[in-house]
């Protein structure tokens, strides 16, 4: 899964991440918007894990995807950083961490 380190959006528009997950092991995804954070308005969802039998049954072990969807506010650039980490592991280097670029148009 290939995740963009740039977006440009037009204000009132959405964008939609989705982050492959580890929750099942404790790692969940946060953001911290480092640049112009009222530009940006950003949620986070759980994408249900694919079923592995006819009862649509999760599969064992399976860790539901996280959904980031931006939303653009105002005209300008801002930047996000996705980290992955355990919420108890704050002060180690997380797992994995991207960095977003966003252009906000007209």
């Keep these: 899964m290939e995740i963009p380190t740039q977006v440009e959006l037009n204000v009132g ?6 982050l492959p997950s580890l ?3 404790g790692y969940l995804w946060t953001y911290q918007v480092a640049e112009n ?3 940006v308005k950003i949620s986070i969802e759980a994408r249900p894990a694919q079923s592995n039998s006819a009862e649509n ?3 064992v072990g399976s860790s539901n995807n996280e959904l980031f969807i931006l939303k653009a506010l105002k005209v300008g650039h801002s930047r ?3 980290i992955q980490r355990r919420p108890w592991e704050q002060k180690q280097p997380p797992l ?3 960095v977003l670029e ?3 148009l007209n």
């Design 80 to 82: 996000v950083r996705l």
């Design 102 to 104: 966003i252009e906000i």
């Design 13 to 18: 528009e959405t964008y939609t991440i989705e």
């Design 57 to 59: 049954l999760p599969r």
């Design 96 to 98: 994995k961490e991207h």
């Design 23 to 25: 929750g099942a092991a």
């Design 37 to 39: 954070s009222s530009l």
